[in-house]
């Protein structure tokens, strides 16, 4: 029975798939990946970006630069998920 259940939960992990995560208007992929590339920043290295959709609200991502040069998104938050200072900033 116990390897029945090992075996079932092995099964369930094996089919998790990573979720990506689509750009959304305001992303710096939205519409493919900029024309420029970062030349200078290691492959691996991260950074964030911050903006606002066109409903007000304000998304913080951070992206993870790929072997070939190209922009992955590896997290996205919501304001309601950080504190914005006086300013509107995070």
Not at 23 to 33: E, F, K, L, N
Request: hydrophobic share 35%.
């Amino acid at each position: 029975m116990k390897l029945c259940m090992f075996l079932a939960g092995a099964a369930l992990l094996a089919s998790c798939a990573a979720v990506e995560l689509e750009p959304i208007p305001g992303s710096i992929t939205y519409g493919g990946q900029p024309r420029t590339k970062l030349t200078k920043s290691p492959a691996g290295s991260t950074f964030s970006h911050t903006f606002h959709d066109h409903q007000g609200n304000y998304w913080s991502e951070t992206y993870q630069i790929q072997a070939d040069r190209s922009l992955k998104i590896i997290s996205r938050r919501r304001a309601e998920d950080f504190q914005l200072n006086a300013n509107g900033r995070l």
